[in-house]
């Protein structure tokens, strides 16, 4: 005998609700367009849809009760209903008959509704990164619409400094530090003007190091501007800035901390694709203002001159550079400090030590040289060298670096290893303007380095440096730092 769907329905009230059809029917109407109130099965069909969920129709919303039942739809039906039932009823001998007669059936339709199941995720997913899309094109039209870029940066990090790292007594400075940097600048459109301008943390008077120590007392942080500038671009090639501006002079911070804003006037010179193997060559000229206070006896200016060439031979680059820095009104140098206490005012200049000679001038020649050699599309090796001298000196007038580093920061996941070798004597520069971890000239360092990009804007950091002053070899200084870089 074949079974009808009618004959089926009650079957499974019987099954799952002994007595149900004693219950009355719900007032309101059954949702199948093909079976009336007045029909034998209609509380039937009505217990099992307000009961158990199970709504047994098609999808045009009729019940086709006549109709036989096929084995696909019988255990679908079987499905459904294990489904609904809790683990603990799942055991008896006639549930366990129906789960083998229709196994395959069954299975064959997990599979299906697992696969529906996944499809929809993959909806939800393409959803969610549309909508992440359309963000970011909405953000992005946004920033069309206005004539500058807004960016910054935000640092966290940990540096410990002693003499011993493994004495405690020996800690020079344990201390959390915080950096922020709030950057406005014009696109650049081909326009004939360009301007910026860059909110920093830091105090104010020391040039070389914007990170300010979590915990003084409570002391508000200090805040500034250490960028605002014009740059008129009369030609393609050439820029003539005024302003305080990004530092451009140093190819590694042995003349400057990367941090120094140089402010005065620059003008740049900038060509590329000259030949096929030269990519690009530039001339700077700038002209720089320390000083301009007769309270502090002179005035103090640098004035500078660097050449720049890149060279491409895939797949290894070579960047070339020569320079020369000269300094006027060096005295103020060493006696702004000292003036300045003896009229009761702040420092003039603090952070890096005063290593230089009293007196000694500074006309200052620098070469550099990179290698890079691009041993896979994301793993690049590059060698650096970096030398300075001072001729205005007659001793210890020589600085160098060098530099192996494997890897870079481009995509998520991205690393980079890093190992310098720094020797920096007293008059090799001017010592307030250095590299800050350095605290000055008269030293020799050596400084590994390891950086790990975590998301798009986010970078870890860890670097240990151990140096020594080289008028006194046996004054070792560690210095460990980490933490995290978070660019928006």
């Not at 047994?56 to 696909?72: K, W």
């Not at 103090?300 to 890149?310: E, I, P, V």
Request: proline share 4%.
């Amino acid at each position: 005998m074949t079974s009808t769907r009618y004959l089926l329905s009650l079957c499974l009230l019987l099954g799952s609700a002994p007595g149900a059809l004693a219950v009355e029917p719900p007032a309101e109407t059954l949702a199948y367009t093909d079976v009336s109130p007045t029909h034998w099965a209609y509380s039937a069909l009505t217990q099992l849809a307000e009961r158990h969920g199970l709504k047994l129709g098609y999808p045009d919303g009729s019940f086709r009760g006549e109709q036989a039942v096929t084995r696909y739809e019988m255990a679908a039906l079987i499905l459904r209903l294990l489904q609904k039932m809790p683990a603990a009823e799942q055991q008896g001998a006639e549930i366990e008959a129906l789960k083998t007669a229709f196994a395959s059936e069954i299975s064959a339709l997990q599979s299906a509704q697992d696969e529906a199941l996944n499809s929809v995720y993959d909806r939800l997913d393409l959803i969610e990164v549309q909508a992440m899309e359309q963000s970011e094109r909405l953000r992005s039209d946004w920033q069309a619409q206005l004539p500058f870029r807004l960016s910054g940066d935000f640092g966290v990090r940990y540096e410990h400094l002693a003499s011993d790292i493994m004495d405690l007594d020996s800690v020079v400075s344990s201390t959390p530090q915080t950096r922020l940097t709030l950057s406005l600048d014009s696109l650049d459109q081909g326009q004939p003007f360009l301007y910026g301008a860059r909110l920093s943390t830091g105090d104010l008077r020391n040039p070389a190091n914007p990170w300010w120590r979590l915990g003084d007392f409570g002391a508000r942080v200090g805040v500034g501007l250490d960028r605002f500038f014009v740059t008129w671009r009369p030609l393609q090639q050439l820029e003539l800035t005024a302003g305080k501006f990004a530092n451009l002079y140093s190819n590694s911070e042995l003349l400057m901390d990367l941090d120094v804003q140089p402010e005065g006037a620059m003008q740049r010179l900038h060509f590329t694709d000259i030949l096929p193997f030269w990519s690009s060559a530039s001339l700077l000229l700038g002209q720089s203002i320390f000083n301009m206070n007769g309270l502090y006896q002179d005035n103090t200016f640098m004035l500078s001159a660097k050449g720049d060439s890149r060279f491409d031979f895939a797949p290894f680059s070579l960047e070339l550079s020569a320079a020369y820095h000269h300094y006027l009104g060096t005295d103020a140098l060493y006696s702004a400090n000292q003036i300045a206490r003896e009229n009761n005012l702040a420092a003039r200049v603090i952070g890096n030590a005063m290593n230089n000679t009293e007196g000694s001038g500074f006309a200052i020649g620098n070469a550099f040289s990179a290698l890079t050699w691009q041993i896979t599309p994301t793993l690049p090796l590059r060698l650096e060298a970096d030398y300075l001298r001072n001729f205005a000196a007659t001793e210890r007038n020589q600085a160098l670096q060098a530099k192996v580093s494997l890897g870079a920061l481009r995509q998520p996941g991205d690393w980079q290893l890093a190992y310098f070798f720094k020797h920096l004597e007293a008059d090799a520069s001017v010592s307030y303007f250095v590299e800050d971890q350095l605290l000055g000239t008269d030293v020799s360092a050596h400084e590994g380095q390891v950086a790990l990009k975590l998301w798009e804007q986010t970078t870890w950091f860890l670097s240990y440096q151990y140096s020594s002053r080289l008028s006194a070899p046996d004054s070792n200084r560690h210095t460990l730092r980490t933490g995290f870089h978070q660019r928006f």
